[in-house]
């Protein structure tokens, strides 16, 4: 391995993780080590894999997408786009803080401090919205970790706010009975984060090293062999084997510490046997602690690596067209992934909306809610919370434990789902009562009509004459309504004549008994 004049600097400095030494001089010998278990860290061992029922039933979950990026209150990848000239958020730090060569993103770290943090408080907001399980930002592409981290100084329980943040959500969502899931996004840092190693190319600082170039700084911002700038490939190209090892033990640190029910990665599952191996990992430690019964989820973005079992998909702010065969995830968030002041917000009405049309193509719904750097939800976003909280202490029983349908609903011809999954939420409308999807749960069918029809309901796949072979129906009850229906069944669909007063906003659920044949 060629050695750079930066790498030189930090072995003289003493700042290089024997990792790297030890990697450049045997790259032959992966040192990978995980617990013994049911699985190997081979595609052919994880395919053996059966998926918990825990996540098959939760449907849907909210994440806290938190951390140090979140004290400036300026949105998301702020560690990146300050260190890139022109961009919003470099002027915005330039013109607040100072250039990037003189104040840097290490020094914004202890403006973090996570003063109102209370965990178990947010986590009973959580619940009593409907969410089954929920999520912690483990470690973001800033490379500072949200646990108090075996491999990395620059972690919550020693920078910013000293607190281990991982720990503290764990405790919570586990003495609220809630499933605990960790999100890392470490595996692109190497390249993501490698800005920090530039400089301005014109201007007053054109020239000057940012404060990433210092040595001294390394074991925070990476030592990248090139900057990727503008173009960075979402890929694993460039990644020496020294940062896929170390990502590994980091990794491997967090499951053994925390043990979390879902471990989700921000990409493809990366580099394969390192990758492999962390997913075994994480199944095997499961079955240790579940008497040999593995009960944790890993989610991941690459298709693939969904359908040979050694992932649960997880689609970015998208919806797929149709019933996906296997349970997957969507991740998406209110407003910006980092906070965001003055960010406008999802409505309630949207975030139902994409609730129920997920869960009726055998998905889960994966919700960011940014927190401020205090760590406090802001008005609006609990605005957003109450609305989904009230919405399905009237309807949760046909979200939670259910499974899909024959198909998941109807819409208009021009309202179709875009066939490319991943970042389709903004060509989306609102659901409207034209719009009908479906869930069951046993022998209940459950229909959703996606808004407030004037005088009757009118589902058109429960006829009589479908080819989706509908059972006569026996019964049929309005969610939050405790009067009697007047409905008809017959070859135009199931009529349903609508009390006077909506039993909640939004979509409205029927309980139909006798329909599923």
């Known amino acids: 391995m060629k050695m750079t004049r930066r790498t030189a600097c930090r072995l003289l400095a003493g700042t290089l993780p024997a990792l790297k030494l030890a990697a450049a001089q045997h790259e032959s010998s992966p040192g990978i080590e995980i617990e013994t278990g049911p699985f190997a860290g081979t595609r052919e061992s994880l395919s053996k894999y059966e998926l918990p029922a825990w ?18 209150e300026a949105g998301d990848w702020y560690a990146r786009n300050m260190y890139m000239q022109g961009s919003k958020q470099n002027l915005y730090h330039c013109e607040l803080y100072g250039h990037p060569s003189k104040f840097g993103y290490k020094d ?24 089954k399980y929920f999520m912690s930002m483990g470690v973001h592409h800033d490379n500072f970790d949200m646990w108090n981290s075996a491999h990395q100084p620059w972690n919550a329980a020693n920078k910013g706010p000293k607190k281990d943040i991982v720990g503290m959500w764990a405790k919570a969502a586990r003495d ?46 990476v030592d990248s062999d090139q900057v990727w700038g503008e173009n960075l490939d979402w890929d694993e190209t460039g990644i020496p084997l020294w940062w896929r090892h170390h990502w590994f033990l980091r990794m491997k640190d967090l499951i053994d510490k925390y043990q979390p029910d879902l471990l989700y990665t921000d990409g493809p599952l990366p580099f394969e046997d390192y990758g492999l191996s962390v ?17 944790a989820v890993y989610t991941c973005k690459r298709i693939g690596d969904s359908l040979n079992g050694a992932a649960v998909l997880d689609v970015e702010r998208g919806i797929v067209e149709d019933i996906w065969p296997r349970p997957w995830q969507t991740d998406t968030c209110i407003g910006d992934w980092h906070y ?30 940014p927190l401020p750097a205090r760590g406090m939800l802001d008005l609006e976003e609990m605005e957003v919370l109450e609305g989904v909280t009230r919405w399905m202490s009237v309807n949760s029983s046909a979200i939670s434990g259910t499974r899909p349908w024959k198909i998941f609903g109807e819409s208009p011809a021009h309202e179709k789902t875009e066939a490319e999954a991943s970042f389709n939420e903004e060509k989306r409308k609102d659901l409207t009562a034209a719009d009908v999807r479906f869930t ?13 029809p004037d005088y009757a309901a009118v589902i058109k796949p429960l006829a009589t004459n479908t080819g989706l072979r509908v059972g006569k129906i026996q019964n049929v009850e309005l969610l939050g309504f405790n009067g009697k229906l007047d409905w008809t069944q017959d070859a135009s669909g199931l009529r349903v004549i609508l009390p006077q007063e909506k039993p909640c906003d939004h979509a409205i659920v029927f309980k139909v008994a006798g329909a599923i044949a």
């Open 55 to 72: 996540f098959q039933d939760a449907k849907f979950g909210i994440w806290a997408h938190w951390g140090p990026q979140s004290a400036i």
């Open 108 to 131: 914004t770290i202890p403006l973090w401090k996570a003063e109102q943090f209370d965990p178990a408080y947010l986590i009973g907001l959580y619940k009593k919205a409907g969410a």
């Open 176 to 221: 609220a009975g809630l499933r605990f899931a960790v999100s890392e996004h470490l595996w692109i840092t190497y390249k993501w984060f490698s800005v920090n190693h530039g400089h301005d190319a014109t201007g007053p600082f054109a020239g000057v090293p940012y404060d990433g170039a210092d040595p001294a700084n390394a074991s925070l911002y």
């Open 279 to 295: 997913v075994a990992h994480l199944r095997n430690v499961s079955a240790k602690k579940n008497g040999g019964k593995t009960d």
């Open 340 to 369: 965001l002041r003055a960010q406008k917000y999802k409505t309630p009405k949207t975030v139902v909306d994409m609730l129920v049309d997920i869960v009726s193509r055998n998905g889960n719904l994966m919700l960011n809610f």
């Open 440 to 452: 069951t749960k046993g022998d209940t069918l459950y229909a959703f009509v996606m808004g407030w």
